[in-house]
T-cell receptor, first 114, second 114 residues
């Protein structure tokens, strides 16, 4: 079974703090993704990576950055957290890019910014 | 811009009732279609997918979906729901135009009354 793990299930931070969310997958997948999930909006892609050190912006990259130094690990960074970044953050991985390749998801990190 | 519409945000059914959740997308070319499910407290997981061939696809746990190209639809069905089907269901699409990134619907929360 593919396993995607995220560093925290719940996180509470203060406005202006730097926040790191980490994601690790154990199936040697090429692609990794960060989404945020908000009620009534579905999932929105923040960033994705198709290879080590490669990254591409998704639909809502503003206020976020990412890092992929190793194939199995993909980090999402909030440089200066703001209250409108309170959300559920989901990491996913897939073997190959696009097409019918299934994305496998982690359990999510519920981030609250006070 | 491409989009995915799930018309019902909340659905409440009794056990043994039949289920149909609507999904419509806006794209005229070739599409790959997915239904994902998120059970309470669990990861998002793939329910079923369509990319070619028989437009009626079967997934896990007795779910099926029918691709109707003329209606730009990919509705999810189950003839008799169980309490354990209580979950949030997401329809997603990818296309060449989206660089095969998934475009997500807003989700439908399904509650099954025992």
């Amino acid at each position: 079974d593919v396993k995607v793990t995220q560093s925290s299930r719940y996180l509470v931070k203060r406005t202006g703090e730097k926040v790191f969310l980490e994601c690790v997958q154990d199936m040697d997948h090429e692609n990794m993704f960060w989404y945020r999930q908000d009620p009534g909006l579905g999932l929105r892609l923040i960033y994705f990576s198709y290879d080590v050190k490669m990254k591409e912006k998704g639909d809502i990259p503003e206020g976020y950055s990412v890092s992929r130094e190793k194939k199995e690990r993909f980090s999402l960074i909030l440089e200066s957290a703001s209250t409108n970044q309170t959300s559920m953050y989901l990491c996913a991985s897939s073997l190959l890019a696009g097409g019918v390749n299934e994305q496998f998801f982690g359990p999510g990190t519920r981030l609250t910014v006070l | 811009a491409q989009s995915v519409s799930q018309h019902n945000h909340h659905v409440i059914l009794s056990e043994a009732a039949s289920l149909e959740l609507g999904c419509n997308y806006s794209y005229g070319g070739t599409v790959n279609l997915f239904w994902y499910v998120q059970y309470p407290g669990q990861h998002l997981q793939l329910l079923l997918k369509y990319f070619s061939g028989d437009p009626l696809v079967k997934g896990i746990k007795g779910f099926e979906a029918e691709f109707i190209k003329s209606k730009f639809s990919f509705n999810l069905r189950k003839p008799s729901v169980q309490w354990s089907d209580t979950a949030e269901y997401f329809c997603a699409v990818n296309t060449l135009a989206s660089n095969y990134q998934l475009i997500w619907g807003a989700g439908t929360k399904l509650i099954i009354k025992p």
